[in-house]
């Protein structure tokens, strides 16, 4: 069984702080881990995947996660929030061998000026 | 631009009526997703499609669903005799397996579907 667990469904962070969206996960098989972002009105676009390759992996617009096994974890950061940043995040598992994704429930980031 | 598309952006019926969309994937992708995303929600798996095949069904998929990729290319996704609890983001992906990408899904911007 696979699931995703997302702490947080609204965080809040002032423009240039810190960004941390908190996912953990549940797979009986090594996952693979995404990371998708949302704006309004919009699909979901790829943030970063992990893949069983490096644990550290970085993605676009200066985002990055850690693949941490022993926690079950794979949280997104960002060093330094901007407004464009503002936007609904989604952490997503789909199983090695599986075909189709499982998602959290979602984070909405608000940056504040 | 290449990627997912997806027709009607917007789509609002009345309680009964039966309703259809389209998606139409980026090209070489041979695997075709659709998944449902209802308000405050992540996206739930509905169906999808290797070429023109449907492989796989969610328990979601209820008898009122359809879906079809006739060509092994666009897909339609029909829901008849629409219920309010149908009212949500229909989400289609696609991707390339057996190609570079980990069978990478890319989205497309979805139809939302009110129903009164």
């Known amino acids: 069984a696979q699931s995703v667990t997302q702490l947080g469904s609204h965080v809040s962070v002032s423009e240039g702080a810190l960004v941390l969206l908190r996912c953990n996960y549940s797979?009986?098989?090594?996952?693979?881990l995404f990371w998708y972002v949302q704006y309004p009105n919009q699909g979901l676009q790829l943030l970063l995947k992990?893949?069983?390759?490096?644990?550290l992996v970085k993605g676009i617009n200066g985002f990055e996660a850690e693949f941490k096994k022993s926690e079950t974890s794979f949280h997104l950061t960002k060093p330094s929030a901007h407004m464009s940043d503002a936007a609904e995040y989604f952490c997503?598992?789909?199983?090695?061998?599986?075909?189709?994704?499982?998602f959290g429930t979602g984070t909405r980031l608000t940056v504040i000026p | 631009d290449t990627g997912v598309s997806q027709d009607p952006r917007h789509k609002i019926t009345k309680r009964g009526q039966n309703v259809t969309f389209r998606c139409d994937p980026i090209?070489?992708?041979?695997?075709l997703y659709w998944y449902r995303q209802t308000l405050g929600q992540g996206p739930e798996f509905l169906t999808y499609?290797?070429?023109?095949?449907?492989?796989?069904k969610s328990r979601l998929l209820s008898d009122r669903f359809s879906a079809e990729r006739p060509k092994g290319s666009f897909s339609t996704l029909e829901i008849q005799r629409t219920e309010q609890g149908d009212s949500a983001m229909y989400l289609c992906?696609?991707?390339?397996?057996?190609?570079?990408?980990?069978?990478?899904?890319?989205f497309g911007p979805g139809t939302r579907l009110t129903v009164l």
């Open positions: 992906a696609s991707s390339l397996v057996g190609g570079v990408g980990d069978n990478e899904q890319f």
């Open positions: 797979s009986s098989v090594p996952p693979y």
């Open positions: 992990y893949t069983s390759a490096a644990t």
């Open positions: 997503a598992v789909r199983a090695s061998g599986a075909n189709n994704l499982f």
């Open positions: 090209s070489e992708h041979n695997r």
């Open positions: 499609f290797q070429n023109e095949a449907q492989l796989e």
